[in-house]
């Protein structure tokens, strides 16, 4: 049967439109004016994005499932807007083989609503099985981080990028010293990073920027970057109101460094949530980490309100963009031939952030008690209506 989303305002080769769009057999048919299905959305007064795309999340499993699961982690992810997650390899089983890798992907494929993509663990001898195990990106932990996973010997960088042809993702940042410490070094991992991606001529992605400096170090270097809305919207002085709650890798910056990461918005590539779930019970304990799914297309809309950035560039950075910069097929955009996976958004939706309210497993987050306006209201995944508000 097929399916028209009537009378929203769709996301159309980058601008919005009064449009209806036709999905068949889980695509997307055509985009245009008074088009009729078998079955009808309504979608008045609502804006039509494609669904995001996140390629930066941590869903836990296997290894931590009290913390975060695949279900759990992708009801979030749903009910946030996206339609397609990266999960990150540093679990307390960390995916450093090919045998762990494809037991993701089993797991993922069991319990997951929406699509996980896996990104691959590199350790400093696990070569062959980068190879072996067929992932198409590569994380390259340049620093400790939650977990062991990270490379101590240096000759190890030059080796993978030598071994492996596929998308690379780095964990530049050091979190040790003082601020002003923490980012110089972060700057000189970056620019390593980019010598070395010339050289072999790889296509290479900065996590998790938090000053302007990576940003502009990174461009320098025509490496793709991407931030957090928490770099954006929290300080330093958050994570102290916060306390056990506010600890996160990289720290939360000085309230000057993170309104100079402003400066250079529009040489960032992408925004990733970083999503990063602890119970209350490990954040006591020390455990570095934001929620971030289900809060993160409100909080971005924040900037949109404040007139700072235009809707259309946000919908670019958490869809479009990651999909073309991770080579993802037929997803990121709403246009005929790509599959039907989209987000019906409440724009002027208002709503307060309450953890307990949220499906992620940890039921807490950064932003507990604000008031954001921007809500999502149902999801398309594969042509299929997999999540709606109106029947919660």
Known sequence: MDTVIKNGRVFFKGRFFEADVLISNGMIKRVGRNLSGDEKYDAKGMLVLPGLIDPHVHLREPGAVQKEDFRTGTMAAVAGGFTTVIDMPNNQIPTTTAERFLEKIRLAKEKAICDVLFHFGATDNN????KKSGAKSLKIYLGKTTGELYLRDPSSLEKHLANFDGNFVFHASVSEGSESAQIEKTCDNIKMVGLLSERYK??????????????????????TIET?????????????????????YPNLREEGTRKKLWEEINNIDCIATDHAPHTLEDKEKGAHGFPGLETSLAVMLQAYWERRLKLEWIVHAMSENPARIFGMKNIGKIEEGYRANMAILDLKREWVVKGEELYTKCKWSPFEGKKLKGKIKAVFYNGALIFDEEFL
């Open 127 to 130: 070569f062959a099985e980068v």
């Open 202 to 223: 790889r296509k290479s992605h900065i996590a998790h920027a938090s000053a302007r400096e990576e940003v502009v170090v990174a461009k320098g270097h025509a490496l």
């Open 228 to 248: 957090a809305p928490h770099y954006l919207f929290l300080s330093k002085k958050d994570s102290e109101r916060l306390g056990n709650l506010g600890t996160v």
